[in-house]
């Protein structure tokens, strides 16, 4: 029988195994969430009719550091572009190395929410 437990980060979410390490992204956690802010585009129709939300995107960061598996959760009304494009900026993440089972590398599911929001006719993500 596996046993998880959860471990939360400050906007990070991983569903976690004991004796595990997470995948580690180069530069840290604000290198990855700088490398999402800096690459997701804000959809032109979503900014200009100021639809605006929380996507969560769930992963598998794999053995061999690669994002796999996306799926975006939402309950933004029209938000499927925003999902779509929560989903594209995470797939270009690449981690540096894979989390660990006992030292052995894994893969892992994780969890992560992007917020889309528009403040002063100025796109931000969170």
């Known amino acids: 029988m596996k ?19 997470m995948p580690k992204y180069k530069g840290g956690e604000r290198a990855m969430l700088d490398f ?20 969560e995107v ?5 053995k061999d550091c ?7 959760n ?3 009304e029209n938000g499927e572009n925003l999902a779509n494009e929560a989903a594209r900026v995470v797939g270009l993440l690449w981690f540096e190395s894979p989390a ?7 893969r892992i599911t994780m969890k992560m929410p992007i917020t889309f929001s528009i403040r002063n006719n100025t796109k931000e993500l969170n």
């Open 66 to 72: 690669n994002v796999s598996n996306i799926k975006t």
């Open 58 to 62: 769930e992963f598998i960061v794999e």
């Open 3 to 21: 046993r998880w437990l959860s471990k939360t980060y400050s906007r990070l979410f991983a569903k976690e195994q004991f004796s595990q390490e």
């Open 36 to 55: 999402i802010k800096n690459n997701a585009v804000y959809p032109k129709w979503e900014f200009e009719n100021d639809i605006q939300g929380k996507v």
């Open 74 to 76: 939402y309950e933004i």
């Open 100 to 106: 660990k089972v006992n030292f052995i590398p894994a």
